[in-house]
């Protein structure tokens, strides 16, 4: 049975409710943006150049709004880039892009390590991680691909994770290192990513029949409504990977307060 993410399904047309055009809409837009975003080119918005992964080279703003580094931060922003921050007092770019406005940064790092990084969640963190690239891809967010790639690597080895990520870039999901119950949780997250308004009855049905719980069932689509709301957020503000530490995440999931990447 061909995959949402096949090339006779995307000619096509998927199953489960979604429409024929979106299998066309998905083929011509977003399929050519994946497969560049996931080859390693990284083109930023704006002014900022098109780029490969690993540049070193430093820019004065990692964002095209103003953003405040560490050395300069005090107060409320201060005590929140001490939570999150990295070796060597690294900030990701993700979250210097909050600085404006602290009480946003705080926001969003209460929602990544809950539904990311929580000690509950029953699904291995390397496959939330596979939601994550997935997502950001079909989304055409360098920044998130990136970033999450390392992380799988971390959690699963550079094999596995170069398979998963050859799979990812294909489009071609059975391909893939993966299992049937990991398949089918990938092709929900894709109607979800890319045609949401189409009706959910019968994927979350098919999630039911190769073994997910409702609980399951529920951090898979808030891992990937998550990484929509990453994605554009980096990308509405031009946020590039210049001067991240790529793969660092908050790993201690025994505290929910701890925001420390390492």
Known sequence: QALIGSPKMLASGTRMGTARSWGRRTSATW????????????????????????????????????TIPYQQASKRLLQLYERVKGPDNNVDNIMLAHSLRPHTMEGHMALYKSVLHH??????????????????????CSYCVEHHYAGLCRLVGKEKGSQIRRSLESGNIESGPFSSREKQALQYVEILTLSPESSFVEPIEDLRKVGFNDGEILEINQVAAYFSYANRSVQGLGVTCDGDIL?????????LDDWAHS
Do not use: C, Q, Y
Not at 34 to 55: D, F, Y
Not at 123 to 139: D, R
């Open 31 to 66: 399929r050519p943006m994946l497969l560049k975003m996931l080859s390693g080119e990284t083109r930023s918005h704006g002014a900022w150049k098109v780029e490969k992964r690993g540049s070193t080279e430093e820019k004065s703003d990692p964002a095209l709004i103003h």
């Open 119 to 140: 000690k509950d969640n029953k699904i291995p963190k390397g496959f939330l991680e596979t939601i994550g690239v997935w997502v950001s891809g079909m989304n055409g």
């Open 247 to 255: 793969g660092l995440s908050p790993n201690n999931a025994e505290r």
